[in-house]
């Protein structure tokens, strides 16, 4: 009888344990690998004529990432910080003349994963859904010299996106003294925007 009482006790603990226990939290390790890529980095302006620049730096004492593309007069910054089982983006857009602030998420699935696809959630100064604004960023890790945003703009229900491939200063490709401003943003504010949400794409490579 008391070996009977001793294993329905042992089984009651054992299914509390399992029950409570959350599944295994990967953003940390994932995190790291976004921290890794602090520092300088260069691609091919979209308007030609120069090299649009990306700075990456840590800040709030590691725990948020700050990235900056274009200059220290005309950017547009990103903030990336994590929660569990996620990646919360929040960008700070110049798209409109006021601004507007998209928070996008990216869900962990690895700690050593090496893509991120963030996806809208909710904005602040958006006046309408219709109103231009990042809506899907995808960051992809390639190597430590070099890795690619691919980032979908959306406007009045059509999205136009476009890809920036990033090369890190100073690693293997040889990079450029020239910053102009972000000529990006001007160029996608005055392309067309009649493209399929899932099938078109505008590339922007380095050559």
């Known amino acids: 009888m008391r070996t009977l009482i001793l294993a329905v006790f042992l089984a009651i603990l054992f299914t509390m344990y399992t029950g409570s226990a959350s599944p295994q939290d ?52 990103s903030l990336y910080t994590r929660t569990a089982g996620r990646i919360i983006m929040t960008h700070y857009c110049a798209l409109t003349a006021d601004g ?14 090496n893509e991120f696809i963030f996806s809208f959630v909710d904005a602040t100064n958006l006046a309408t859904p219709a109103e231009a604004h ?23 229900g059509k999205d136009a996106v476009f ?14 003294t020239k910053k102009p401003p972000i000529a990006w943003r001007l160029l996608v504010l005055n392309r067309a925007t009649s493209y399929s949400p899932t099938h078109s794409r505008v590339q922007y490579n380095r050559g």
């Open 134 to 156: 990042m809506h899907r960023v995808v960051l992809t890790l390639q190597d430590a010299n070099h890795f690619t945003e691919l980032w979908t703009k959306r406007e009045n």
């Open 100 to 113: 507007n602030q998209p928070r996008l998420e990216a869900r962990v699935t690895a700690a050593k994963q």
């Open 163 to 176: 890809t920036l491939h990033w090369a890190k200063i100073g690693g293997l490709v040889a990079s450029s």
């Open 26 to 77: 990967n953003s940390a390790g994932a995190f790291d690998r976004l921290k890794a890529l602090a520092g300088k980095w260069e691609t091919d302006s979209p308007a030609g004529g120069g090299k649009l620049t990306d700075t990456i730096a840590l800040v709030s004492k590691g725990t948020a990432i700050e990235e900056t593309i274009g200059t220290a007069e005309d950017n547009e910054v």
